[in-house]
């Protein structure tokens, strides 16, 4: 059974930080590139940062480079994402998913909430 499994939101005061983590298992997470997206209320869902299988590669939205890293541990199945320098814009629901050609997986999402 492939799961999926964000934690690490929270309410955060800006120019805070967040390390969010996602859990994963059910699939062979060393073959699988892994992203992380965020969806706020009334928007799309967008990418902000990718991360290949291997972790050589990694891409990240003008939105949020330079203030966030995301990494991979292919021993303990797991995919983080450090945020910093928070922003209120940064408000959203974060979502990881597991890509790999046809085969696509998403967990359920942890919100994050920037707000003083």
């Known amino acids: 059974q492939v799961q999926l499994v964000e934690s690490g939101g929270g309410l955060v005061q800006p120019g805070g930080s967040l390390r969010l983590s996602c859990a994963a298992s059910?699939?062979?997470?060393?073959?699988?590139?892994m992203s992380w997206y965020r969806q706020a209320p009334g928007n799309e869902r967008e990418l902000v940062a990718s991360i290949s299988s291997g972790g050589g590669m990694r891409k990240y939205a003008d939105s949020v480079k330079g203030r966030c890293t995301i990494s991979r541990d292919n021993v303990k199945n797991m995919v983080y994402f450090q945020m910093n320098s928070l922003k209120p814009e940064d408000t959203a629901m974060y979502y990881c998913?597991?890509?790999?050609?046809?085969?696509?997986?998403w967990g359920q999402g942890t919100q994050v909430t920037v707000s003083s």
């Open positions: 998913k597991a890509e790999d050609g046809p085969s696509r997986y």
């Open positions: 059910g699939f062979t997470f060393s073959r699988f590139a």
